[in-house]
């Protein structure tokens, strides 16, 4: 038997934490009202922090808290009196990026992980981050799994390395656009995605040299589901998905996804790669993802040159909140009608195809259309589905 | 004012030692965010010029390193030690474990560019053996004055020059021009967006966007506390760089800042700005 890695799933509040466990995630990352990247996510209060790990000891979890931004003065005397609270609430771990934090961490006894904020990729900076008490670096992005074996084998540290979802095109920490265009710290959690604006190529001369599209920084995603089998049998520790602000359908759908894989392999010790699973990864993004600098293999054909185009996910069609005599009560969210084909997924549950040919509303009133966002109805499902099941458009 | 200069070319070395206290030097393969390095035996003969001088050396070895890089980078540091030069910036954690491991007697500058932004964090670098801290451009007056009273390393300041802002492992812009077959030798390039040109190049593997405009800290030098204070004049001839130093020398501050601000595009970059750190939901 294989040893099986950790999954490690991104959650931007509570609804997001449980869909994440629920779905199959070992553990998850998230980050309170202070001192964590993603200003912009809906972060935990100190309050919420505590709902989590208690959420995460009861459905025998782990739960990771993210202090990663760069610190400034006035953050300082805070600090310390943060992570006592985050020690008293018992969560697995902190995830830090500035080293400074280690020995007030060690006083006060909570496991550290360092961040990808670092962007290390060698044996001798996470030889020293063992020698400071450090239990697990996650690194950069940039890291082949040549170099990730040889820090494992060299190390043994636990790793972590990202398997799926968006990327920095520069080494993490290393990018500051945002604070120069928008005046938004990029690594205080305000990045603005500048990385993904068009701008005109100009020559030493100023000559404008635009091709066809416009010049852009910005790389394709990542998807590592081709080489999943290799990252288990390298040791890594913790597989680790991108993407607090996503959606619970796309934390629901990626994590469900990683999680048969890995299972799969670890069970049969032979790995098929799915290209249906990476056809279900690709419809839940509408991004293109590739396996990045994990072989090596980086090129032109890494990046986006398609302008600004972002697509919003329609597939996400609702989610159940409760079955009862072979009605699903479900919460919408987005746009779906009576004769609509479609899939219900869940933790638990063999997904299945349907055809609605009955829609309820909340006073039982047969209706056609479910348009209102967050419109709560029933539907007539003849197999039986549980709370925070989901249905999508069938593909 | 200690004024440490990362030169814009060979050329300008030659040219301006003399109203300097000293340079930061780059080596090939080793460096980024730089328009030229030196190749090994160029560096050390360069050591020797300038020591001879009576100027102070610093080298920068500010990649993030990966595993293929160690073995040169523990052969440089050895060779370094050697030399007799006042210290070495880094980005990079492998260097304090490679010095520290090693004994090396070597002074080391703590330059993580972005996330050099609290006085606690230069302290326990100062605590692992890091002599040294040069701040982030990101940080306003009063906070790098915080740190430089609350630390206890000796501190460097950016000043003056084209600031780093993107540094990426990713060829950027040998990709594109790959992607639309675009036929140009430009030793610089520019992106272009809203009215402004940021300088990008490619050097060491590295592609680095810059800022549009050039940051002039000069007009606050007299307001900081600092030990050093670092001037990049990178995308500068070495007659305009010389232009500059000899107005500082011969003029003081206030003169030659006034007439770079006339000559050139400046601004004073995050010195009396801060950053937005919590965007509220309603300007998202």
Redo the contacts between chains.
């Keep these: 038997m294989k040893n099986k890695p950790e999954l490690l799933a991104p959650a931007g509040d509570l609804e997001r934490l449980k869909i994440a466990y629920l779905y199959g995630a070992d553990a998850c990352y998230i980050g309170g009202s202070l001192f964590s990247l993603r200003a912009n996510a809906i972060n935990f209060s100190d309050e919420e922090i505590k709902q989590a790990a208690d959420i995460a000891k009861e459905m025998n979890k782990k739960l990771y808290v993210t202090v990663n931004i760069a610190l400034h003065n006035e953050e300082i005397d805070a600090l310390k009196e943060y992570l006592k609270y985050l020690k008293k609430v018992s969560v697995d771990a902190i995830i830090i990026s500035d080293p400074s934090i280690i020995p007030i961490a060690n006083e006060v006894g909570l496991e550290i992980h360092l961040s990808t904020q670092q962007s290390t990729v060698n044996y001798e900076s996470v030889s020293f981050f063992k020698k400071k008490g450090v239990t697990r670096i996650v690194l950069a992005r940039e890291a082949s799994l040549n170099e990730i074996t040889e820090i494992i084998d060299k190390t043994g540290v636990e790793i972590e390395v990202f398997v799926h979802g968006a990327m920095c095109s520069s080494y993490s920490g290393r990018c500051v656009l945002s604070n120069v265009f928008t005046k938004r710290d990029s690594n205080r959690g305000g990045c603005s995605q500048i990385c993904r604006w068009d701008f005109d190529l100009l020559s030493s001369f100023k000559n404008d040299l635009t091709g066809e599209k416009p010049f852009t920084l910005s790389t394709k995603d990542l998807s590592q589901l081709k080489y999943l089998n290799q990252m288990i049998d390298a040791n890594i520790t913790s597989l680790k998905i991108e993407g607090r602000m996503r959606s619970i359908y796309y934390i629901a759908t990626v994590v469900s996804i990683y999680r048969r894989a890995i299972d799969e392999y670890v069970s049969k010790g032979v790995y098929e790669y799915n290209s249906e699973y990476e056809k279900v990864l690709f419809n839940v993004a509408n991004r293109d993802s590739i396996t990045q600098f994990l072989d090596g293999n980086i090129n032109k054909d890494s990046q986006y040159y398609n302008g600004r185009v972002e697509l919003s996910n329609q597939d996400f069609l609702g989610i159940i909140l409760e079955y009862n005599d072979g009605y699903a009560k479900i919460e919408q969210r987005n746009h779906f009608k009576k004769g609509e084909h479609v899939t219900f997924f869940g933790p638990n549950l063999n997904e299945f195809d349907f055809v609605i040919d009955e829609i309820l509303d909340e006073e039982k009133n047969k209706i056609d259309v479910v348009r209102h966002p967050r419109q709560v109805v029933y539907i007539k499902v003849p197999i039986k589905l549980t709370k925070l099941d989901m249905m999508k458009i069938k593909k | 004012m200690n004024l440490i200069v990362m030169p814009g070319s060979k050329k300008e070395i030659k040219k301006c030692y003399e109203l300097v206290d000293g340079y930061i030097l780059s080596l090939e393969n080793l460096s980024v965010n730089v328009n030229f390095s030196y190749k090994e035996k160029e560096l050390f003969n360069e050591i020797e010029f300038l020591k001879s001088k009576n100027k102070k050396v610093y080298v920068s070895l500010n990649k ?4 293929d ?2 073995k040169f980078l523990t052969e440089v540091l050895f060779k370094l030690e050697e030399s007799n030069i006042d210290g070495v910036f880094f980005y ?3 260097l ?3 010095k ?1 491991r090693n004994n090396l007697k070597i002074n080391l500058v703590w330059n ?4 050099t ?5 230069s ?3 100062y605590q692992n053996g890091v002599s040294s801290t040069m701040l ?4 306003t007056k009063d ?1 790098i004055n ?2 430089s009273k ?1 630390s206890s390393s000796n501190i460097f300041v950016p000043i003056f020059g084209y600031q ?7 060829m ?11 036929i ?1 030798d ?8 809203e009215g402004s ?2 300088p990008i190049i490619e050097e060491n593997d590295t592609f680095t ?1 810059f ?1 549009a405009k050039m940051f002039n800290g000069l007009p606050f030098v007299n307001e900081l506390v600092s030990d050093y204070f670092v001037f990049n004049s990178i995308f500068l001839n070495s007659d305009e760089v010389h232009e500059i130093l000899i107005k500082i020398k011969k003029e003081g501050i206030k003169s030659a800042s006034s007439m770079i601000d006339e000559k050139y595009n400046t601004d004073t970059g ?1 010195l009396n ?1 801060k ?5 509220k939901k309603d300007e ?1």
């Design positions: 993030n390193m990966h595993n890089d160690i990079d954690v492998s304090v474990n490679i520290n993580q560019e972005h996330m932004t609290n006085y606690m964090t302290e326990f670098w982030s451009y990101e940080i906070e915080q740190i609350s780093p802002i993107f540094t990426s492992k990713r950027l812009l040998t990709y594109y021009k790959e992607e639309f077959d675009i140009d430009s030793k610089v390039n520019y992106i272009h967006k040109d940021y966007v800022t995050f700005k950053t937005i750190y919590k965007v998202e």
